[in-house]
């Protein structure tokens, strides 16, 4: 357990539903990153925050994906009109400022299921 | 875009021998390159990095070699142990701190 936590572990939505995923970073972690994994594959990174503000998007967050994380601390990531396309692995990060980007802590990851 | 890759999606060793796992990788302009451990059912863990301007750095067990002549990567596990079996990807890290992940190799150790 590496103190980054994500709710569900799992969700199972019909194409077209809305879905949003919640990350609880390490709690004196000020960055928090959002990637997406498909089988097999490595993580693609989505986005990151550092305290309440969004620093980067990747070109892959489309505008169906919305990420936030208001008070600095909680982040979630919405999708909206899910698509099969969707479905895979979402995880979380969080690392301290200072740190090297690479010093990131991952959590177990929301699986999504589009049917 | 970038690209970073595996040479071999599955290895499997026997316990105590030495692994060896491969990544090449396309951008020059890296400036770091991490290995991460992938348990089922868990996300990415860290094991061990290295600068874009060094060639092989060590840790616990663990080799990383970076040969930017030919861009590879590779991560040298000693002894290796039951412990050890899961997927490991390489990572870079370019100048816009962008993270790219390979094709993960799943390693297999048999008792």
């Known amino acids: 357990d590496t103190g980054v936590s994500q709710d569900p572990r799992h969700k199972i939505t019909k194409r077209g539903q809305n879905v949003t995923f919640r990350c609880d970073p390490i709690s004196e972690h000020n960055r928090l990153y959002w990637y997406r994994q498909t089988l097999g594959q490595g993580p693609e990174f989505l986005t990151y925050?550092?305290?309440?503000?969004?620093?980067?998007k990747s070109r892959l967050l489309s505008d169906r994906f919305s990420a936030e994380r208001p008070k600095g601390s909680f982040s979630t990531l919405e999708i909206q009109r899910t698509e099969q396309g969707d479905s895979a692995m979402y995880l979380c990060a969080s690392s301290l400022q200072g740190a090297l980007h690479h010093e990131q802590y991952f959590g177990p990851g929301t699986r999504l299921t589009v049917t | 875009g970038e690209s970073v890759g595996l040479h071999l999606p599955t290895l499997s060793v026997q316990e105590g021998d030495n692994s060896i796992i491969n990544c090449a990788y396309s951008?020059?302009?890296?400036?770091?390159f991490i290995w991460y451990k992938q348990e089922s059912g868990k996300g990415p863990q860290f094991i061990i990095d290295?600068?874009?301007?060094?060639d092989k750095r060590q840790g616990q067990r663990v080799t990383v070699l970076l040969n930017k002549t030919v861009k590879h990567l590779s991560l040298q596990i000693a002894a290796t142990q039951p412990g050890d079996s899961a997927v490991y990807f390489c990572a870079e890290i370019n100048t816009g701190n962008q993270f790219y992940f390979g094709t993960g190799t799943s390693l297999t150790v048999i008792p």
């Open positions: 951008n020059s302009a890296s400036d770091y």
């Open positions: 925050f550092q305290n309440e503000a969004q620093l980067e």
């Open positions: 290295i600068r874009s301007n060094m």
